[in-house]
T-cell receptor
């Protein structure tokens, strides 16, 4: 079945550091890929998405590229801020089983 | 535009008691989802409704969990009787349709079973 493997946390970085959170997936066919973010006390929010190979999703300075050859969708940001502290979830929507499958989440803490 | 509303935000019960959660999706969203998020894990889909019909309930423990979506709007999720392993955050989400449309999540209900 579909699965998502995410870089384990927690991750702690200093403000303005470069961020990478790794995500790889297993799925049949051509899934859509997502990054969701969960700020403290809030629900999950869609951060960015990509629907086909080589697509790049971007939002709020975050980027991720759909790499079919490596089945990856790594999240990157060039310069993180304290306000980016949250839990980040990689997810895929499989058109075989018609559901959203999430990774385990990566807790990110940015220190000033 | 109002988001997905859930209540209560927190609930503490003893094992073998019953509990119910309520969700009001974004207006006009035909599809409604209930997820269970156990601490340290990603959300897991329990049940999916399209209007007031069930699309997928394959992961719902039907011996103790039930859900309904009367009139295709609000939904309730019930657990009876609760077990210790039901301690989790229960998330409700909605989307305009199926097939990978963006899902909008509510703030969740944190359930603790003692």
């Amino acid at each position: 079945g579909d699965s998502v493997t995410q870089m384990e946390g927690p991750v702690t970085l200093s403000e303005e550091a470069f961020l990478t959170i790794n995500c790889t997936y297993t799925a049949t066919g051509y899934p859509s890929l997502f990054w969701y973010v969960q700020y403290p006390g809030e629900g999950l929010q869609l951060l960015l998405k990509a629907t086909k190979a080589d697509d790049k999703g971007s939002n709020k300075g975050f980027e991720a590229t759909y790499r079919k050859e490596t089945t990856s969708f790594h999240l990157e940001k060039g310069s993180v801020q304290v306000s980016d502290s949250a839990v980040y979830f990689c997810a895929l929507y499989g058109f075989g089983n018609e559901k959203l499958t999430f990774g385990t989440g990566t807790r990110l803490t940015i220190i000033p | 535009e109002a988001g997905v509303a859930q209540s209560p935000r927190y609930k503490i019960i003893e094992k073998r008691q019953s509990v119910a959660f309520w969700c009001n999706p974004i207006s006009g969203h035909a599809t409604l989802y209930w997820y269970q998020q156990i601490l340290g894990q990603g959300p897991k889909l329990l049940i999916q409704f399209q209007n007031n019909g069930v699309v997928d309930d394959s992961q719902l423990p039907k011996d103790r969990f039930s859900a309904e979506r009367l009139k295709g709007v609000d939904s309730t999720l019930k657990i009876q009787p609760a077990k210790l392993e039901d301690s989790a955050v229960y998330l409700c989400a909605s989307s305009i349709g199926l097939a990978g449309n963006e899902q909008f999540f509510g703030p969740g209900t944190r359930l603790t079973v003692l």
